[in-house]
């Protein structure tokens, strides 16, 4: 059994950065770990996703603002946020899968999430 737990969000203002953590608790070797968000009335989307390896790709909408790294010893996943957009408010979560995919049924293990708002 994977537990998921992310931390960092919080309220920042309109092309700030915030970084996300997501810390892992059992077995996550060899996972893909993704992340999505949720804002309000909307479906959970797509953020990006890394391999085990580092591999990474990215929803359009964040290609080249946001950042996902890995840290495997720490089995810490982090999301760093740049040029922060109102519509970047969300609630992120962290999820792993066992293939570098961004269709969220694929994934197996999800975190509680953490909220992000972003003031205009």
């Known amino acids: 059994q994977v537990q998921l737990v992310e931390s960092g969000g919080g309220l920042v203002q309109a092309g700030g950065s915030l970084r996300l953590s997501c810390t892992a608790s059992?077995?996550?070797?060899?996972?893909?770990m993704g992340w999505f968000r949720q804002a309000p009335g909307k479906e959970r989307a797509f953020v990006g996703v890394?391999?085990?390896?580092?591999?990474?790709y990215y929803a359009d909408s964040v290609k080249g603002r946001f950042t996902i790294s890995r840290d495997n010893a720490k089995n810490t996943v982090y999301l760093q946020m740049n040029s922060l957009k109102p519509e970047d408010t969300a609630v992120y979560y962290c999820?792993?899968?066992?293939?570098?995919?961004?269709?969220?049924?694929?994934?197996?293990?999800w975190g509680q999430g953490t909220q992000v708002t972003v003031s205009s």
């Open positions: 999820a792993a899968a066992r293939f570098l995919v961004s269709e969220s049924s694929v994934y197996d293990y």
């Open positions: 890394i391999s085990w390896g580092g591999n990474t």
């Open positions: 059992g077995r996550t070797f060899n996972y893909a």
